[in-house]
C-alpha cells in the first residue's frame, strides 16, 4: 500500500449494509446495471463475495477462495436479510487486522498478493453498492478513501488488460471533472446516467 495504512473497510460495509432494509421483494427481479444480474442474482454475488474475501482476508483458502465467480449464476440465500449484513461485518472486521494485508492469499481461484486482494475486495463492495443503490433508487455515498481506492485500481486497468471482459467491462468514459463515484463508475465499465 505505498507505506500508507491499509483501508477501513467498514465505512464501506455500512453503506451497502444500510441500503438493504429498504430493497423490497417486489424489486428482486428487477435489472441491475450489471448487465447479467437481476437484483436478486447481484445479492446472490454479494453473499458469495463477502464470504469469499473474508476467508481471502483470514488466509483461510478452501471452496469460497478457489471458485471462479463467474462459474455459476449467484443463488440468493432466502435468509440473506439477517445473512448479508452480517456477511458485511465479517469481512470488514477480517480486513482489519494488519495480517490480512501480508504475503500472498487465494480469491476467485486465483493467488495474488494480499494488498491487491484487499483493493479487489474494498472495490467489489464500492461498485456493488453502487449497483444495488441504482437498480433500486437509493442515495449512495461511499466514503471518498474508498473511492480512491478503486479509482487506483481501476485505472490501472486500461481497455486492452486482460481483466477486462473478465472482472470489467470497457471504461465508459465521463465528462472531464465528474465526481469521483463517477469516475469510478465509469472505469468500471458502468454508465453513471444507468438505466438511461
Keep these: 500500500m505505498n507505506g500508507a495504512p491499509p483501508p477501513d473497510f467498514r465505512p464501506v460495509a455500512g453503506a451497502v449494509a444500510r441500503l438493504l432494509p429498504a430493497v423490497a421483494d417486489d424489486q428482486l427481479g428487477a435489472p441491475t446495471p450489471c448487465?447479467?444480474?437481476?437484483?436478486?442474482?447481484?445479492?446472490?454475488?454479494?453473499?458469495?463475495?463477502?464470504?469469499?474475501?473474508?476467508?481471502?482476508?483470514?488466509?483461510?483458502?478452501?471452496?469460497t477462495t478457489d471458485t471462479d465467480p463467474n462459474s455459476a449464476r449467484p443463488v440468493l440465500d432466502p435468509d440473506w436479510r439477517a445473512l448479508l449484513p452480517r456477511r458485511l461485518d465479517e469481512i470488514a472486521d477480517a480486513w482489519s487486522q494488519p495480517a490480512a494485508w501480508e504475503g500472498t492469499t487465494r480469491a476467485g481461484g486465483v493467488t495474488l498478493p494480499a494488498p491487491v486482494?484487499?483493493?479487489?475486495?474494498?472495490?467489489?463492495?464500492?461498485?456493488?453498492?453502487?449497483?444495488?443503490?441504482?437498480a433500486t433508487g437509493q442515495a449512495y455515498n461511499p466514503p471518498e478513501d474508498a473511492l480512491?481506492?478503486?479509482?487506483?485500481?481501476?485505472?490501472?486497468?486500461?481497455?486492452?488488460?486482460?481483466?477486462?471482459?473478465?472482472?470489467?467491462g470497457p471504461i465508459v468514459p465521463v465528462p472531464t471533472g465528474a465526481p469521483l463515484l463517477d469516475q469510478v463508475v465509469g472505469l468500471s465499465g458502468r454508465r453513471p446516467s444507468w438505466p438511461r
Design 35 to 63: 448487465p447479467d444480474y437481476s437484483v436478486r442474482e447481484l445479492l446472490g454475488h454479494l453473499v458469495m463475495l463477502t464470504a469469499a474475501f473474508r476467508d481471502c482476508a483470514r488466509k483461510d483458502l478452501g471452496p
Design 117 to 134: 486482494a484487499g483493493m479487489v475486495a474494498l472495490n467489489e463492495l464500492v461498485v456493488h453498492g453502487w449497483d444495488l443503490a441504482r
Design 148 to 168: 480512491h481506492v478503486s479509482y487506483a485500481l481501476l485505472a490501472e486497468t486500461g481497455d486492452d488488460d486482460p481483466m477486462r471482459g473478465v472482472i470489467f
